[in-house]
Structures are given as C-alpha cells and as structure tokens.
C-alpha cells in the first residue's frame, strides 16, 4: 500500500495504533522504540523519529497512556502495576528453562531448543506456563519429544499438574520443515509472526538461522526485526555436544528408526481426548512424521478477533 502526500499522518497514526493495540490486548506495554520495531503491516518504512514523534502525538490526543517510558491503550493501565511483578516471575522462569534446556540438549538428534510467548516477552505470572519450541534432525522428532516430556511427567511438571512455572513440550518440527507459513490462520495471524519473530533460542546448532530464512513473511509482516539474539549467560552450549555424539551412535546401530517407531508408537496410545478429537482437524493440532503441534487451547483466533474489533473501535482497521 503506498502513501500519497496528505496521507502520511493519518497512515502512521494507525500504524502505531494497531500495534499498540495487539500488546495492550495481550498485556503487554511497549516503549517507543519497541513500537517501532514491532510495527505490524506497516504501510510505509517509518523511521524511528516518525514513530516516536506519532506515539506522543497520540498521547495527547488522550488515546494513549505513557508511564515510565511505556505505553498501553487508554483503558489498560493495570498493565503497569504488573510489570514488575511479572520481571520477576520471568526471572525464576528463566532459571528453570535453563536447566530444562541443559537437560534436553542431551537428547540425540535436538538442534534448536527455543523459548516462546510470554516468557519471550518476559510478560509471565506464576501460573504460566513455560512454553519450549524444539527443531530435531529428520526422523527422530517423536523420539525427542518422548524423551523430553517422560520427566517432566515423572517430576509433575507439566501444565495442568504443577500449579507454578509449569514446563511445557508442546511444539517440534524436523529441520526438513522449517516453513512454517502454513500453520497461518485466515485472513491474518499476527499471534504466529509475533511468536516466530519474538522466539529465543536457548540451545542453536545454527538452524535458527535457517528458521528464520525460511519464514520469510514474517519479515514482510514486521520489517523492522530481527532475529532474537540471546544473551550468552542465557546460552547452553556445553550438552548438545554430547547430545551429537549419541545421535552418531544411535545412527550407526541403526537404533534411531527403532526408537523412532517405538516412541511413536507408546506417544500415541497416551494421547488425550482432546488431542485425539482436534488431531489435523486444523493448525491447533498437527502430528505427523515432521511435526508435532499440540496446541489443544490455540487463543490466536480469539486474539485476532478482538484486535480487530480493538481496531475498529478507535477505527484503525487496514
């Protein structure tokens, strides 16, 4: 969509308030520059002044509220008074995720393990989940998911059982399926780019990187990110490379494709109702040889919905 002369105001005021939108919705304030970069659809390549100058522009027109350098929606200013208690739950989050991951770089054939929603964001209450995001090498990634969900049921740690900072393996895909461009919801998924863009990979073998070339659209979606670059005490490094060594070895005995079919085999007589009614009735719920997608309660339909209705209130719709 091009901007004709007299329309460049108007198009960033909705830019910045369409974007506003989806965060407050999902309580979540950004700071200026944040909305900037998380500019959903743009109409135009903003620069950062044109941004930081239309947020305050929009302030005082009363349709924002600004606090300690961050900005929501009139009308969600509770988000403030929860951003420091929920820094703080995403810092015992984060802890935890770290020894989850060292644990599961162990496993053979895992490349990528990766955190995603709201402890991305670092926007997580106690009782949320701490949601894992695992890329496998080919044809082990039901034997990966077996092994890293087994104790995790032992312990008691999954959603659903443990009441604080639950652990969950809900999403792995092969490297062979990196596009992830078919899992988008109709006529728009923003929830999908932002939680692509938003992943921080824990534990990269370097097929983040290829994660990201082969979702290209979620670069035409959000033009000004770029791919999370974790902090190094954040890194774990030191258990995939064992985690190699008994892929090789499992290889070389041909146990992989064994283990493989058991691990297949054993995952789907556990199976739930619920996963077993929505199994590849739609994206909620994939399972195949490649992917294993178990979201049973996918909010992204009902976050869309009331984006747009957001949007149509203070009429911002594209």
């Not at 701490?130 to 995790?152: A, E, K, S």
């Amino acid at each position: 969509m091009s901007v004709t002369v007299g329309q460049p105001q108007e198009a960033i005021r909705r830019d910045v308030l369409r974007t506003i939108a989806f965060f407050s919705l999902r309580g979540q304030a950004l700071t200026p520059t944040d909305v900037w970069r998380w500019l959903y659809r743009p109409v135009s390549s903003w620069t950062l002044v044109q941004v930081l100058e239309a947020v305050q522009t929009i302030s005082r027109e009363s349709l924002l509220t600004m606090q300690d350098g961050r900005v929501v929606l009139v009308g969600h200013e509770q988000i403030f008074a929860l951003q420091s208690e929920q820094f703080m739950d995403a810092h015992r989050k984060w802890k935890i995720a770290r020894r989850v991951a060292w644990w599961a770089s162990l496993i053979p054939g895992v490349r990528l393990i990766a955190i995603g929603n709201t402890l991305a964001w670092e926007a997580t209450r106690p009782e949320g989940d701490i949601d894992f995001f695992v890329i496998t090498r080919p044809g082990c990634v039901w034997f990966v998911r077996l092994l890293c969900v087994t104790p995790l049921i032992l312990f008691r740690a999954r959603p659903g059982v443990r009441r604080k900072h639950p652990i969950d393996f809900t999403f792995f895909v092969d490297e062979t399926q990196l596009d992830l461009s078919f899992l988008r919801l109709l006529p728009d998924d923003p929830y999908l780019a932002y939680w692509l863009a938003s992943l921080v990979p824990l534990v990269d073998d370097g097929v983040f990187e290829e994660l990201w070339e082969a979702n290209r659209w979620v670069q035409n979606a959000l033009p000004h990110t770029t791919q999370v670059v974790p902090a190094w005490y954040r890194c774990i490094r030191s258990g995939q490379r064992i985690g190699r060594v008994l892929y090789r070895l499992l290889l070389w005995t041909r146990l992989m494709p064994t283990g493989e079919r058991w691990a297949r085999r054993l995952s789907e007589r556990r199976f739930p109702p619920a996963i077993r009614r929505q199994m590849n009735q739609s994206t909620d719920v994939v399972v195949n040889e490649k992917m294993l997608k178990f979201h049973t309660a996918d909010k992204r339909r009902a976050i869309f919905d009331q984006w747009e209705q957001q949007c149509q209130t203070y009429d911002v719709l594209s």
